[in-house]
Nanobody, 122 residues
Framework: QLVESGGGLVQAGGSLRLSCAAS????????MGWFRQAPGKDREFVAA????????YYSDSVKGRFTISRDYFKNTVYLQMNSLNPEDTALYYC?????????????????WGQGTQVTVSS
């Protein structure tokens, strides 16, 4: 089970840090990712990280502003979001990847959290 937290309302230019806690260690050997979905839009890849944390992958829309990381021993993945803008407003989901090869495709993830809402005001 994946549980996201850390969402909220922030002004443009502000920052938030999302957390994704796994209830067991089944995610320890899997890559992990963050996706987001805005109203009326498809789910969009945001970032992913390898199981050791040495490889990260970002969408062009967040590169340079967002940072994904993981704490192996706490079984938790983080998404630090800086320089937020209203286009970042969405429901953010954490997901567990299949296997070890990092991917940006939703079909390569087999477990999803319930999401945490991020709203950026202008």
């Amino acid at each position: 089970q994946l549980v996201e937290s850390g969402g909220g309302l922030v002004q443009a230019g502000g920052s938030l840090r999302l957390s994704c806690a796994a209830s067991d260690r089944t995610v320890s050997n899997n890559f992990m990712g963050w996706f987001r979905q805005a109203p009326g839009k498809d789910r969009e890849f945001v970032a992913a990280i390898s199981w050791r944390g040495g490889i990260t992958y970002y969408s062009d829309s967040v590169k340079g502003r967002f940072t994904i990381s993981r704490d192996y021993f706490k079984n938790t993945v983080y998404l630090q979001m800086n320089s937020l803008n209203p286009e970042d407003t969405a429901l953010y989901y954490c997901a567990k990847g299949r296997g070890s090869k990092v991917s940006n495709r939703p079909g390569q993830y087999d477990a999803w959290g319930q999401g945490t809402q991020v709203t950026v005001s202008s």
